[in-house]
């Protein structure tokens, strides 16, 4: 959609080996921006993945808010691929599709970083 989240989305499926797609969405499900390899995923599947994370990652962040616990992050691993997602603020999220053999530290510390600057772009 090539707005300034869509740059920091596509930096960070850039620099994160092994990762393939990257999506912000809203508190509706609707994608703000995405970022992909075309090769690898369709543009609609990833604006998909930010729908369908959306909602239950706000409501995550609501809980755990009252727990005291800030940005929590979401991870699931199958055997072809792993999705890292957590919520930006109060109604956006952001996630990450990797491939399986990606290295989920390296994966963890570009997704946290890209967080960070999302996170700053909607302040």
Known sequence: ???????????????TPGAFAGVV????GLAIDYAHIP??????????????????????NQTAAGQGIEAPLLMLETSTHSVVAS???DA?????????RANLGVA????????DTLGALLA
């Not at 707005?3 to 930096?11: C, N, P, S, Y």
């Not at 956006?92 to 399986?100: P, T």
């Not at 963890?108 to 967080?115: E, H, Q, W």
């Open 25 to 28: 969405s809203d508190d509706q």
């Open 39 to 60: 090769s690898r995923i369709d543009g609609i599947d990833v604006q998909l993945l930010g729908a369908q994370f959306g909602l239950p990652l706000l409501r995550l």
């Open 87 to 89: 919520p930006v603020s």
């Open 108 to 115: 963890l510390s570009a997704f946290a970083r890209s967080r």
């Open 1 to 15: 959609l090539g707005t300034e989240f869509g740059e920091a989305l596509r930096t960070m499926v850039e620099r």
């Open 92 to 100: 956006f999220i952001v996630a990450m599709l990797l491939d399986h």
